[in-house]
């Protein structure tokens, strides 16, 4: 069986312009998480999708990243007018329940880097 | 089967004083261990421990990891009541490929009184 996937691995944008994140979760995982790393850096949450529930998004950090999934497949993060501070791996997980207390199942990452 | 156990589940304490939360794992493939202090809905990254016996430090906060002992503390100095919190651990460990695994442990659940 796949992994989650992720795609693209690496993205450079210039500052101000949009960029759209893909995630695929395992196939029949209800939870999806995103993820963003700074380098040395632990894992900062951003937004939690669990089946149809609402998603929790209180970690967003600003108005300007949104996130989406359709039905239990996958996940867009999009960040909007990025700025440089925007450079991370942005990293997805998907869990077969939801919660924090089940183990969480990570892509390989995209990279962005904003110039 | 990989897990993480917190102790104690649960501790009340009074402002002032300082705490030792304790998370011990088996897991294999181990990558890092990460604690986080979780108030609302979105747990807030503290630390992330790699490297066994090297203490990271931020304000009252420190932890360390024993990768001997497979396991790490968390400790609060001078606690205040902005402290209470649950504080989460979790280990990052190798599954396969270029999936990684990120396992949290059920928290401790602390309770600052003034």
């Known amino acids: 069986g796949a992994g989650v996937s992720q795609s693209p691995s690496n993205k450079v944008t210039e500052k101000g312009k949009d960029v759209e994140l893909r995630c695929d979760p395992i196939?029949?995982?209800?939870?999806l998480y995103w993820y963003r790393q700074r380098l040395g850096q632990g894992l900062e949450f951003l937004i939690y999708?669990?089946?149809?529930?609402?998603?929790?998004k209180s970690g967003l950090p600003s108005d300007r990243f949104s996130a989406e999934r359709t039905g239990e497949s996958v996940s867009t993060l999009t960040i909007q007018r990025t700025q440089q501070e925007d450079s991370a791996v942005y990293l997805c997980?998907?869990?077969?329940?939801?919660?924090?207390?089940?183990?969480?199942?990570f892509g390989p990452g995209t990279r962005l880097t904003v110039t | 089967e990989d897990k993480v156990v917190q102790s104690p589940l649960s501790l009340v304490v009074h402002e002032g004083d300082t705490v030792t939360l304790n998370c011990s794992y088996e897991?294999?493939?181990?990558?890092?261990l990460l604690w986080y202090k979780q108030e609302k809905k979105a747990p807030t990254f503290l630390f992330m421990l790699?490297?066994?016996?090297i203490e990271k430090k931020s304000g009252r906060l420190s932890s360390i990891l024993d990768k001997k002992e497979l396991s790490s503390i968390l400790n609060i100095t001078a606690t205040q009541t902005g402290d209470s919190a649950i504080y989460l651990c979790?280990?990052?460990?190798?599954?396969?490929?270029?999936?990684?695994?990120?396992?949290f442990g059920t928290g401790t659940l602390l309770a600052v009184q003034p």
């Open positions: 999708f669990q089946g149809n529930s609402a998603p929790d």
């Open positions: 979790a280990v990052e460990a190798g599954y396969g490929g270029a999936t990684n695994k990120l396992i």
């Open positions: 897991v294999t493939n181990f990558r890092s």
């Open positions: 790699t490297s066994s016996g």
């Open positions: 997980a998907s869990s077969p329940s939801g919660g924090l207390k089940f183990e969480q199942y």
């Open positions: 196939s029949g995982h209800t939870a």
